[in-house]
């Protein structure tokens, strides 16, 4: 892993471990990140991570959002489904530079590299979408996988001051508020973009 991966990865482990939520991080087995590799294109600096920071079990917990990373395990498996005639997603709506890597785990929404808008780095933005609507609108999510992590971490660590309960809508707009000037810091076209705040 490249030092900017290695330190948001490092970022949210360190804030599971202070919130006290369960993590498992694990390395993905080399030949399965080398069928990944033929059959999705994943990309080069998400290959790293699956193979140093592997998300066996990896839930991140916020007032507006809980987001569950897939291990490369079940990458494979996750794609399915979002492609054709799953009788949700709008035929031909689904691209396929777009590799599925988590969910949301409140409302089932996707979580999606665009292999298509690859960089220099070999990381690539990552998108979400509202499932179940007659046409998708993908909304950036971050610019990089790399900004991804760092923006989920942070986001938890904003969480702290809210406790583990329900969080009422005035809640959620002090959550929202705080965390905007963060991701701004972090990645200014994801706030633009405005799915976290």
């Excluded at 999606?112 to 960089?119: A, H, R, V, W, Y």
Aim: glycine share 6%; charged share 25%; with cysteine.
């Amino acid at each position: 892993m490249d030092s900017d991966l290695a330190e948001s990865v490092s970022l949210l482990k360190d804030i599971f471990t202070r919130r006290g939520i369960e993590a498992r991080f694990g390395k993905a087995d080399p030949a399965l990140l080398t069928e990944l590799k033929k059959t999705l294109q994943i990309p080069p600096r998400y290959r790293a991570f699956l193979q140093d920071a592997d998300p066996e079990e990896v839930e991140t917990v916020t007032p507006i959002e809980r987001v569950r990373l897939f291990p490369a395990s079940r990458l494979a498996a996750e794609q399915n489904g979002q492609t054709a005639t799953d009788g949700v997603t709008p035929r031909g709506a689904w691209r396929k530079s777009w590799i599925v890597i988590g969910r949301s785990a409140l409302l089932g929404d996707p979580y999606f590299l665009d292999t298509s808008k690859l960089d220099a780095e070999g990381d690539c933005p990552v998108f979400t979408c509202m499932m179940g609507t007659d046409t998708l609108k993908p909304t950036l999510c971050a610019s990089s996988f790399q900004q991804l992590l760092r923006i989920l971490a942070t986001a938890m660590e904003v969480s702290l001051g809210f406790g583990d309960g329900v969080t009422d809508d005035e809640d959620e707009a002090i959550f929202r508020e705080q965390l905007a000037p963060k991701v701004k810091t972090i990645d200014s076209a994801a706030l633009r973009a405005a799915h976290w705040t």
